[in-house]
């Protein structure tokens, strides 16, 4: 079984704060994602990171993936309330996702 | 972008009674599609892939004859949950073989 450790559980800054969300496996996916959830709503994609090494930049989120494939981070700058929510990674194998345990973000305004 | 329709929203039900669920994608055919569980303040839990025109294919400790799949079209699936129970209280959430996109998600609270 392919399994994927998030950390930290629960995250709670103030805005403007920066925050940093890991995400660790104990093995190489095809790739891996990153989602955010709101409450009673499906994840939304935000990233997909394939590529060793791979860094990639979505405004003020900057994503970064492991050399060896099987680490990634989230890092956000300058959080705004609206960062608010649940981040999950998922790692895939032929579409089918095996998700961490999430994230919590909750930015205070 | 690829959209998958789901339906109904929330649902709540008596416990013995059955539920269904639809998903469906709405500009794209979906010859795959998948089911997952999520429980409160937990991550998602993947429950079986839908193959269209084929028997589903359940993960390990998903009951089958539970948690019925129909997989009858390239824009449809359908989730029943029978005999439902308390315990089958969660949020169900479909996503197709395309674009990672996921539906909205269906609430089903049994009572």
């Known amino acids: 079984t392919q399994l994927l450790e998030q950390s930290p559980q629960f995250l709670s800054i103030q805005e403007g704060e920066n925050l940093t969300v890991y995400c660790n496996s104990s093995s190489v996916f095809s790739s891996l994602q990153w989602y955010r959830q709101e409450p009673g709503e499906g994840p939304v994609l935000l990233v997909t990171?394939?590529?060793?090494?791979e860094v990639k930049k979505l405004k003020r989120l900057t994503f970064q993936f492991g050399d060896a494939r099987k680490d990634s981070s989230l890092h956000i700058t300058a959080a705004q309330p609206g960062d608010t929510g649940l981040y999950l990674c998922?790692?895939?194998?032929?579409?089918?996702?095996?998700f961490g345990a999430g994230t919590t973000v909750t930015v205070r305004a | 972008g690829a959209v998958v329709s789901q339906h109904p929203s929330w649902v709540i039900c008596k416990s013995g009674t059955s539920v269904k669920i639809e998903c469906r994608s709405l500009?794209?055919?979906?010859?795959?599609m998948f089911w997952y569980r999520q429980f409160p303040k937990q991550s998602l839990m993947l429950m079986a892939t839908?193959?269209?025109?084929?028997?589903?294919?359940?993960e390990q400790g998903v009951e089958k004859d539970k948690f019925l799949i129909n997989h009858a079209s390239l824009t449809l699936s359908t989730l029943t949950v029978t005999s439902a129970h308390p315990e089958d209280s969660s949020f169900y959430i479909c996503s197709a073989n395309y674009g990672y996109t996921f539906g909205s998600g269906t609430r089903l609270t049994v009572v």
């Open positions: 998922a790692g895939e194998d032929d579409y089918k996702l095996s």
């Open positions: 990171v394939v590529t060793g090494g």
């Open positions: 839908s193959n269209e025109g084929s028997k589903a294919t359940y």
């Open positions: 500009d794209f055919q979906a010859t795959t």
